[in-house]
Nanobody, 125 residues
């Protein structure tokens, strides 16, 4: 399984970006997908997730109301739409996938089995 994230860039505060993550393999629709970020000098943190079971989404407090995760199972792609960006959103953003059919916690990096390479998001003030 390979994950390829893209869509990062430099944006002014208040702007928007949409990140994409394309996943190889045929079990995408049965896998929980997560987005994490790693700010400079900090640990990787949970941003949000799209669960395969029930098609639910879940967000970190910092992302609620501003970020939206969606997925297109026909394209094996998960998206992270980020609006009203703030300088504190500056980070490398990673997409991650759990093994198919696994449920349970999706908040920790250890909950995921496959990772993309990360895409840089920089928000200027």
């Amino acid at each position: 399984v390979q994950l390829q994230a893209s869509g990062g860039g430099l944006v002014q505060a208040g702007g928007s970006l949409r990140l994409s993550c394309v996943v190889s393999g045929r079990f995408f629709s049965s896998s929980t997908m997560g987005w994490f970020r790693q700010p400079p000098g900090k640990e990787r943190e949970f941003v949000g997730a799209s669960t395969w079971s029930g098609g639910n989404t879940d967000y970190a407090t910092s992302a609620k109301g501003r970020f939206t995760i969606s997925r297109d199972n026909s394209k094996n792609t998960v998206y992270l739409q980020m609006n009203s960006l703030k300088p504190e959103d500056t980070a490398v953003y990673y997409c991650a996938a759990r093994r198919p059919y696994f449920t349970g916690s999706h908040y920790d990096t250890d909950d995921y089995d496959y990772w993309g390479q990360g895409t840089q998001v920089t928000v200027s003030s």
